[in-house]
T-cell receptor
């Protein structure tokens, strides 16, 4: 099947700095992308999504960027806080196809 | 609180045991899913139910048997499991299963097979 993967398995960031988590995908038919956050002992939690007709979408302290030319997705977290420490997954989906494909995940560690 | 509740949170079972995992969602969603999460591997989709009908079986061994009596409840019946089946089993729900779905996950059942 198609792969959705991450460049860095672990990212350490100083509290207050901005974080950037990257994701590469290989399915050119993917048209919907989602970022999930998984804290220890919990299931993944939806953060933000973006459709392929957009290249940027902003939420509260988070921004997702999509570059379809190079099949690259990133999640930017502004002013990273200790509560942001978690594993972040990118995922992709295709309209009409119910299977969401997840990447391996990147662990974000926030240094106080 | 995500609106998706899984029980038990932890389960230890022998290879000859029979056990069941339970999931309940209070979100009014029509689709429910079972995912398997193993260390250093992507989440693996196991089963999808849409309006109580199974619409996806991702080549899951028959020792895992799902049951969806209604749109709010989902079970995963386990029997004669193997040690490599030890993992976190996550239940999720979404409004429908037609694509562009936001998944709402429970906290999972951490399963250990001895």
């Amino acid at each position: 099947g198609e792969n959705v993967g991450l460049h860095l398995p672990t990212l350490s960031v100083q509290e207050g700095d901005n974080s950037i988590i990257n994701c590469a995908y290989s399915n050119s038919a993917s048209d919907y992308f989602i970022w999930y956050k998984q804290e220890s002992g919990k299931g993944p939690q939806f953060i933000i999504d973006i459709r392929s007709n957009m290249d940027k979408r902003q939420g509260q302290r988070v921004t997702v960027l999509l570059n379809k030319t190079v099949k690259h997705l990133s999640l930017q977290i502004a002013a990273t806080q200790p509560g942001d420490s978690a594993v972040y997954f990118c995922a992709e989906n295709t309209e009409g196809y119910q299977k969401v494909t997840f990447g391996i995940g990147t662990k974000l560690q926030v240094i106080p | 609180e995500t609106g998706v509740t899984q029980t038990p949170r932890h389960l230890v079972m022998g290879m000859t045991n029979k056990k069941s995992l339970k999931c309940e969602q209070h979100l009014g969603h029509n689709a429910m899913y079972w995912y398997k999460q193993s260390a250093k591997k992507p989440l693996e989709l196991m089963f999808v139910y849409n309006f109580k009908e199974q619409t996806e079986n991702n080549s899951v061994p028959s020792r895992f048997s799902p049951e969806c009596p209604n749109s709010s409840h989902l079970f995963l019946h386990l029997h004669t499991l193997q040690p490599e089946d030890s993992a976190l089993y996550l239940c999720a729900s979404s409004q429908d299963a037609r694509g562009y779905e936001k998944l709402f996950f429970g906290s999972g059942t951490q399963l250990s097979v001895l």
